[in-house]
């Protein structure tokens, strides 16, 4: 049995260009598929945020159009509100990485807000790829990686070839042009080769220890992937 850290988002809001704030959280589905993979295959589950705060989901993320039908939207709802691990989570801060087997990174817009710029996740990301701990990583949860800084400045997963949502996929979602940045420039800025696929489609890239998942299609397929890698 392995140890999983699942590295939260705590934000509920998206800071937007003109200083509005977006509602928003992790996206259900990329917490949720590899939550129910991770557990199926006999593995704990730890979640962790900053501050500790109970991860805030998308409300976005369990209507019907966008989980894939009233049915599994439900699905998807009962283990967001049912899962003990998601209502339980430890301080960032206060995580030992030692503790853990691999780490794994969902998206939604959450991780743009605070992942993005959080000293404590982004440590304890660049200590897990540069000890070859298994790093799985989805969609906007990339984001989590600019935090990710060595003490020369540089970014720990420069070099590294992944995927992570598209500018394109921005655009379709109507999110581009008020968005202060796009995850696929900063990724590309701090030295981080971003491999696309097709809007939407599944697309998973695998470059040593890192998994990384275009888009939250790719959730069950990245969490396939990271299977490979746990003892």
């Known amino acids: 049995m392995a140890k999983i850290l699942f590295l939260m988002t705590g934000a509920d809001h998206w800071t937007l260009a003109d200083g509005s704030k977006h509602p928003t959280g992790f996206w259900a589905e990329e917490a949720v598929a590899p939550y129910e993979a991770f557990k199926a295959a006999g593995h704990e589950i730890t979640v962790a945020t900053p501050g500790g705060v109970v991860p805030p989901v998308d409300a976005g993320s369990l209507a019907p159009e966008a989980a894939g039908g009233a049915e599994n939207a439900a699905k998807i709802k009962a283990v967001v509100e049912g899962a003990a691990e998601f209502r339980t989570p430890l301080t960032l801060a206060d995580v030992r990485l030692d503790d853990f087997d691999a ?7 959450g991780p743009m807000e605070d992942l993005a710029v959080d000293t404590d996740s982004g440590r304890l990301l660049a200590r ?26 540089t970014n720990a ?16 979602a109507g999110s581009a042009d008020k968005a202060k940045w796009l995850l696929e420039d900063r990724l590309t800025e701090a ?16 470059d040593r220890n890192v998994v990384t998942g275009q888009n939250p299609a790719s959730s069950a397929p990245l969490a396939a992937e990271l299977l490979k890698k746990l003892p």
């Open 157 to 172: 997963y420069a070099g590294y070839r992944i995927t992570a949502f598209t500018n394109t996929e921005e655009q379709l």
């Open 128 to 153: 897990a790829v540069e000890s070859g701990l298994p790093v799985g990583v989805v969609c906007h949860g990339p984001a989590a990686l600019l935090a990710a800084v060595k003490e020369d400045g």
């Open 103 to 109: 780490v794994y990174v969902p998206g939604g817009h």
């Open 191 to 206: 030295g981080l080769t971003v491999e696309t696929g097709e809007p939407w489609a599944p697309h998973v890239r695998v």
